[in-house]
């Protein structure tokens, strides 16, 4: 069987940041004193800095010549720990390493800087293998000079290509991940080429030649102006006070966790949930991702905007686990992700059903990650935007309809072995937060069963009783 590799060479973005805690254990280890110069990648941006990148790299392995191996060893699994534990990055990149892992790839650090710095970074994300520069070693110490090439140019794309050879790897399924325009010719190397945190030469050339880009610490698409999301410029915007034609009754935000991973899961009854959602989101003071159905995002520009502040498109009618193994992958990197577990609006009288039906995703994502399930109950989102109109209500007066949104506290009970018991647990909390009247059977009138019908319907509305948004969702879950 061939091998798939993710390859990482990030030097700029991951390594050279690790820099200065190497050089504080390497002091601290009394194995040099003043100055330590150990060839790191640092900030390469230019060719001229990587062709500088062999003699520096020399001339730190011959500043090396006495040093003890063990020693040296101790002092980089000490500063490894020390810059995984500060840098943002190395959480999201761990994520992305387990991610690939998870799908029997077989993931590889490949650097300029001195191998025995780097394999202790490397084993502290979870990289199966390492590509470096060596040093030479005998008798436990090092001799000063190096056991191979410096791995800078034409030399790194060698190694990479002699290690995938060695493991008869397939390029054409393996995945590369370069951050630095120099090392661009990595990206060649592979059938699946990510620029990371591109400068804009970087940039330039993998909008030429079609190549994804992606944050190193966002989903792929995300977009960043001066170092910050989108999702962070606009927060401020998302207030109450802005949505004048619509009165908003918030409660229980504090139940969503100020940080690591959580799943917030809310029924959904109207286009306009995903902007009460984005209010909550906001007065939590987090940035979240959300899973949207595929007609969002191919819509022209709402689906730009959905991919650039980190929405992950979900196609149903494909049945790929894809779109839940990039919300783990997220979860894993401590974030919040939002889910509608219905899939989408129900229509006709399955609209006015007390029970909720639900799909596995929420459960599944909770026992993929073990991340907390917190569930907000909608109510009165329809009333502004009913599923038979095209644009929302937007005229303000005293009339306003009144939107309300309770988070509860995270669901207990969840097994992660059992998704029908699992989703049945999640969607009772839901239910349990909204309105007494939610859980009333009653008729519906005529006008109130048009508005739960996409504007030029023509199915069979005896039929909608009964429509599940998925093949995972015959599950008919009643409130507590």
Do not use: C
């Not at 290509?161 to 190397?189: F, G, K, N, T």
């Not at 915007?237 to 940080?259: K, M, N, T």
């Not at 286009?271 to 191919?298: H, I, P, Q, T």
């Amino acid at each position: 069987m061939r091998t798939i590799a993710a390859i990482f060479d990030l030097d700029r973005t991951f390594v050279g940041p690790a820099e200065p805690h190497v050089a504080r254990m390497v002091r601290r280890a009394e194995l040099v004193d003043g100055p330590v110069t150990l060839g790191w990648p640092g900030s390469f941006a230019t060719l001229a800095h990587v062709w500088a990148g062999g003699p520096r790299a020399r001339h730190a392995a011959s500043r090396a010549q006495g040093w003890s191996v063990a020693a040296v060893a101790a002092a980089a699994a000490e500063a490894a720990e020390a810059a995984v534990a500060t840098s943002p990055e190395a959480t999201h990149l761990a994520a992305l390493v387990d991610a690939h892992r998870s799908r029997g790839m077989v993931t590889v650090l490949v650097s300029s800087a001195p191998e025995p710095f780097i394999a202790p970074l490397a084993r502290a994300v979870g990289f199966d293998e390492v590509l470096a520069t060596p040093w030479e070693v005998e008798d436990g110490r090092f001799t000063g000079g190096l056991a191979g090439d410096v791995l800078v140019g034409h030399a790194k794309v060698r190694a990479i290509r002699d290690w995938m050879r060695a493991h008869r790897a397939h390029r054409r399924s393996s995945y590369a991940y370069v951050d630095a325009y120099p090392d661009a010719a990595v990206l060649a190397e592979v059938g699946h080429p990510v620029a990371v945190e591109p400068d804009l030469a970087m940039r330039n050339l993998a909008t030429l030649r079609g190549w994804e880009t992606r944050p190193l610490d966002a989903p792929p698409g995300v977009i960043k102006v001066g170092g910050r999301e989108l999702q962070d410029w606009l927060r401020p915007f998302s207030r109450p006070e802005l949505f004048p034609y619509a009165r908003f009754d918030i409660a229980g935000v504090e139940h969503v966790p100020a940080s690591g991973p959580a799943i917030l899961v809310f029924n959904h009854r109207s286009y306009f949930d995903a902007m009460v959602v984005n209010l909550v989101v906001a007065a939590s003071g987090r940035r979240a991702r959300f899973l949207g159905k595929r007609e969002v995002f191919d819509a022209p520009v709402v689906g730009t905007f959905a991919r650039a502040v980190g929405g992950i498109r979900v196609d149903r009618a494909s049945g790929s686990s894809e779109p839940l193994e990039r919300a783990a992958e997220a979860l894993r990197a401590g974030e919040l992700i939002t889910i509608a577990p219905q899939g989408t609006i129900p229509r006709g009288p399955a609209f006015f059903e007390p029970r909720l039906r639900g799909r596995w995703g929420a459960a599944r994502l909770a026992a993929m990650s073990g991340a907390p399930v917190v569930p907000l109950g909608l109510w009165g989102t329809e009333r502004v935007w009913p599923r038979n109109a095209r644009t929302p209500n937007i005229v303000p007066g005293p009339d306003r309809p009144l939107v309300r949104a309770r988070v509860g506290p995270p669901v207990e009970g969840l097994t992660g072995d059992d998704p029908d018991r699992d989703t049945t647990l999640i969607l009772d909390a839901v239910s349990e937060l909204l309105p007494p009247e939610a859980r009333e059977h009653r008729q519906p009138t005529a006008d109130e069963l048009a508005a739960t019908y996409p504007p030029g319907y023509g199915g069979d509305p005896t039929l909608e009783a009964d429509r599940r948004p998925g093949t995972d969702t015959t599950l008919e879950v009643r409130p507590t």
